[in-house]
């Protein structure tokens, strides 16, 4: 699998049923916005060290024909913290990536999302 195809979630096979494990009933068409292996990797690296310094917990992943979404939470009864959106409608215009806070602001927006997810990244302080 190339860095550029996105991940396929595919449903089960019929006859290989198995009543201790949950079965997807629909599958992810191609028409689907979804994040590609690479923005993915981006993604999870950030969400790593966010786990590492203790703020977040869980994660969610959401994709719909026009959008991909990914946020984190710091606990998964609550709103998401900060999302991750994947718009391609916004590509010719603002970007492609935005990351939107808990208020609904958005805090960055742009066409590379290493640019944009440097916005989740603590800076240095001096003491």
């Given at each position: 699998?190339?860095?550029?195809?996105?991940?396929?979630?595919?449903?089960?096979?019929?006859?290989?049923?198995?009543?201790?494990?949950?079965?997807?009933?629909?599958?992810?068409?191609?028409?689907?916005?979804?994040?590609?292996?690479?923005?993915?990797?981006?993604?999870?690296?950030?969400?790593?060290?966010?786990?590492?310094?203790?703020?977040?917990?869980?994660?969610?992943?959401?994709?719909?024909?026009?959008?991909?979404?990914?946020?984190?939470?710091?606990r998964s009864s609550e709103w998401p913290l900060f999302q991750i959106e994947k718009n391609p409608r916004?590509?010719?215009?603002?970007?492609?990536?935005?990351?939107?806070?808990?208020?609904?602001?958005?805090?960055?927006?742009?066409?590379?999302?290493?640019?944009?997810?440097?916005?989740?990244?603590?800076?240095?302080?001096?003491?």
């Amino acid at each position: 699998m190339s860095d550029s195809e996105p991940i396929a979630f595919r449903p089960r096979q019929a006859g290989t049923h198995n009543p201790g494990l949950a079965v997807a009933t629909t599958a992810v068409s191609s028409q689907t916005t979804a994040f590609h292996r690479r923005e993915l990797n981006e993604i999870l690296a950030v969400y790593g060290r966010m786990v590492a310094a203790g703020e977040c917990r869980d994660y969610a992943i959401d994709m719909s024909r026009d959008r991909a979404v990914f946020s984190f939470f710091r606990r998964s009864s609550e709103w998401p913290l900060f999302q991750i959106e994947k718009n391609p409608r916004l590509a010719r215009r603002q970007g492609v990536y935005s990351v939107i806070a808990a208020t609904g602001a958005v805090l960055k927006r742009g066409h590379e999302l290493r640019r944009v997810l440097s916005v989740l990244e603590r800076s240095l302080r001096i003491v």
